[in-house]
């Protein structure tokens, strides 16, 4: 069994929440969230990518010195709002895509044990598929064309795509793209409100 699956075991089997490390992690999802998605941030400000990244950095760091120093997060520790951040700061940690792969062994037996959605697996294998120059499995990962309209990078088998997103409880890959197209509508509008430049 992988090392950090092995630690993720033992953290569960003792059963017991950590508070502190709940609401730092919360406090740390906040963070990620905030530098993307709040227009009050100004996302299309001076330097946006470089304080982007730089927030990614930050919380990679710390999420690789808490695995360090107290194993990796479980849902019994750290609540499943606790282990959806986590989740996005490893789906974001592209500058380290070692860490990445390091981490899907322990998520994938997460999911097995229904502690996380499988969703959250699928994700993170096309994260780790596409930053190692391999077709993506599950159609999660995309690209935009000159009119910021998004399309899947490449994908394994696709004329299977939607049959293997069903498997990890994802909606249709059309249904995935519209709803991008929707979200990206509504950024723009509360970008316009919020006084940003569109």
């Known amino acids: ?38 227009p009050k941030v100004n996302p299309f400000g001076e330097n946006f990518e470089a304080k982007k990244t730089l927030v990614f950095v930050q919380n990679a760091n710390r ?7 107290q194993g990796f997060p479980t849902a019994a520790k750290v609540g499943k709002d606790g282990m959806q951040v986590v989740f996005l700061i490893v789906q974001h940690a592209d500058f380290a895509p070692e860490f990445q792969e390091r981490c899907l062994p322990t998520f994938q037996a997460m999911a097995k ?11 993170l294998t096309d994260r780790v598929l596409v930053n ?44 995935y793209l519209d709803g991008v197209i929707e979200f990206q509508k509504q950024m723009r509008e509360k970008t316009k409100g919020s006084g940003g430049t569109s």
Do not use: C, F, N
């Open 1 to 38: 069994m992988h090392i950090w699956a092995t630690i993720a075991l033992l953290a569960v089997s003792l059963g017991q929440t950590d508070e502190a490390l709940h609401k730092e992690l919360l406090a740390m999802g906040d963070i990620d969230q905030k530098i993307q998605l709040d």
């Open 113 to 123: 044990r229904q502690e996380i959605p499988k969703s959250t697996v699928a994700y």
């Open 63 to 69: 999420l690789r010195e808490i695995i360090r120093i």
């Open 132 to 175: 190692s120059g391999k077709l993506q499995r599950y159609g999660t990962q995309l690209a935009y064309d000159k009119d910021a309209k998004p399309y899947p990078k490449p994908v394994e088998k696709p004329e299977e795509l939607d049959k293997r997103r069903a498997e990890m409880g994802l909606q249709t890959e059309k249904a």
